[in-house]
């Protein structure tokens, strides 16, 4: 019985109000972004004046008209976002804003995780987020001076990888290898961290660690996953190295990151440069990181890049596989796809100044 | 989860754990902080939940209230239908 | 002195912010609602908040009416049981159609008194009447159970029922004296529709003085301001408290004089005229006690 504005979930591509959403949006200067799957809005007498767009486990283009701006609305879309959410089996949401904003959803159960000054801030809806997985973390942190890190997507694992933590073990007193964890690549997770494991296997002072929500994910770093997306935002690399160095870095005593040289894609090569910014040189929270890149493993007078092994492994060609992977890989590839797949992935990019 | 961010009100959302945990964050956590504590500790006691991580975003909820959303929270995790009334 | 029951106010169940607060408001009854003002996914924790807030002090102090779900729906019997072993004092009932709705939500009462050791006949009941065939069997609803404690009439679902819409109160004419007949003849109270446009003083004063004048105890209210404007509306004026008083004391000194009849101004009074003026006597007394 009350005038209380009522919410609906929309598609905004599949439906005739999606224009509504995209001025709403356009009045905060903001668009829809490609990777938003479903929206939360909130309807006044039939006009659409708040909304807030879920893509997966990430909360982004939220948005209140002027005139409802103030908690009470700010509150309810929060939690019909995460009603939502769980519906869709996400339950830990992250959510992206302009720093200004972060008071009012610090009032709506999200907390801050970093901003990047000036321009975003990311924040997730536990006060236990971060803080838990730097607890399980923990226990894997040794004691010595020179601890080093190395971040992977493995996708596959070549060569190129393994050599890159030969360097890196060489020099520090411990490494510690992080396989990306986001399902998003043509090999999926779990065969990626197996040929890694397999890889590295007998290898000591080595600790290989699944990757996480908070490490070169969706949520930490959106622009590495849009399909075809060479675009490099201010801020799209920051925020993933700010979390690393303010957190992730601290609970192991990382004091080094190592990457290989990236000759071949734009957006990894940004990533490295960036990486040098925010880890070792802005003033930023948590002790600077020495930022340390090695040219790539080559073969034959080439760069090894995992692209390059997933177009063959595309074609079915695993003798010419044969000089830019490890055994276990191979075995892991033939086993894994015995017949040729056409369908997958030959995407450029491939990340962390790896391969 | 149960409830809402709404003033004199809790959100209390629920996972999966091995041991029981219970975090709270409240916009009067300094003056209430261990009575919001103390009213879901003995809520689960009764209820005799030993598991699970709890976290409760408290709006300056009655005690009640923060029963009443504890409650129905755990009741929602453990899709339990029928209440047995003598535990609340 | 009978407890006024001139206001009763709506109080969505699932409102925690409202449930906590609303008894300052000091409406003569508050009714936790846990039927239409809930949502589907809302009506669990709904339920658990007013099983709490019913036994808070100031609710004890007050009168409490639950509004729970058909018995029919998933949700009936256990928004009974929350109810009454909160300690609500009547249960409403909607869409009564017959007696015996009433008396299939009776057994299930008493079967829940006797579980929860709360005393027998304690947990009084009230009708809601939503539809036509409410209002044909308002007579033998009303008097249906001793534990019967008021028939209420429900607009908008008996309108929709009637096929037409809410107007000026023609629409109603009908089902309210049908409702009020019925609960005078059982001698039980009768409580009117909500009145939904929070913004129209005006119309909601013309309405309130249309049913005080049928007759009605009181209506049932969804906002607080409408608490006042009511309570107001009710209040007997001086010149009819004035007039009740004399009548009265006339009475009081047949009695004492030990005359059969009682006069006034060489007029003759007869007994229901007497008990009307103290009706207006308690009701201006009861007023003023509990205004702010």
Known sequence: ??????????????????AEVRSLLAASGLEIEKDIQIFVVACDAGRIVACAGLAGEVVKCVTIAEPYRGS??????????QMLAMKRRHSHLFLYTK??????????????????????????????????????????????????SVVINANPFTLGHLHLVREARRACDWLHVFVV??????????????MVRAGLAGMDRVTVHRGSRYLISKATFPGYFIKDSCVVEACS?????????KYIAPALGITHRFVGSEPFCRLTAKYNEDMLDWLETAAEEGA??????????????????????????ARGDFAAMDSLVPVATLSQLRASYPRVRPAVDCRATELIGVM | MCGTLESNDLLVKVEPRNELEVVISSVVMRQFGVRIRQVVDETL????????????????????????????????ASECEELDWSVL | MKKPRRSMLFIPGSNAAMLSTAFVYRPDSIMFDLEDAVSLRAKDSARMLVYHALQLPMYREMETVVRINPLDTPFGHKDLEAAVRGGAEIIRLPKTDCAEDVLRLEREVEGIEKECGRKAGSTRLMAAIESASGVVNALSIATSTPRMDSIALAGFDYVVDMQTQRGDGMELFYARCAVLHAARAAKIDAFDVVFSDVNDDEGFLKEVNLIKRLGFNGKSLINPRQIELLHQAYMPSEEEVAKAKRIVEAALEAERAGHGVVS???????????????????????????AY
Request: aromatic share 6%; proline share 4%; hydrophobic share 45%.
């Open chain 1, 1 to 18: 019985m009350s005038n209380e504005p009522i919410f609906e979930t929309m598609i905004p591509r599949r439906n005739a109000r999606g």
């Open chain 1, 72 to 81: 009470a609305l700010a509150c309810r879309l929060m939690c019909e976002v």
């Open chain 1, 99 to 148: 720093p200004g904003n972060a008071v009012l959803f610090e009032g709506c159960g999200f907390h801050m995780l970093a901003e990047v000054k000036g321009h975003a801030c990311l924040m997730e809806n536990t006060p236990v987020g971060i803080r838990d997985y730097c607890d399980k973390l923990q226990p894997f942190r040794q004691t010595a001076q020179r601890i080093g």
């Open chain 1, 181 to 194: 964890s986001e399902n998003a690549s043509a090999i999926a997770y779990a065969e990626r961290l197996d």
């Open chain 1, 237 to 245: 690399t920051a925020m993933d190295l700010l979390i690393f160095r």
């Open chain 1, 288 to 313: 600077p990181i020495q930022v340390v890149e090695y040219p790539r493993f080559e073969v034959d007078g080439r760069a090894v890049s995992a692209s390059e092994v997933r177009r063959l492994l």
């Open chain 2, 45 to 76: 006691q009764r209820m005799e939940v030993t598991h699970g991580l709890f976290v409760i975003e408290d709006k300056g909820a009655l005690d009640c209230t923060i029963q009443a959303r504890v409650q129905t929270a755990v009741m929602r």
């Open chain 3, 264 to 290: 006034l101004n060489g007029k003759m009074v007869d007994a229901p005229v007497v008990l009307s003026a103290r009706r207006i006597l308690d009701l201006a007394r009861s007023s003023r006690a509990s």
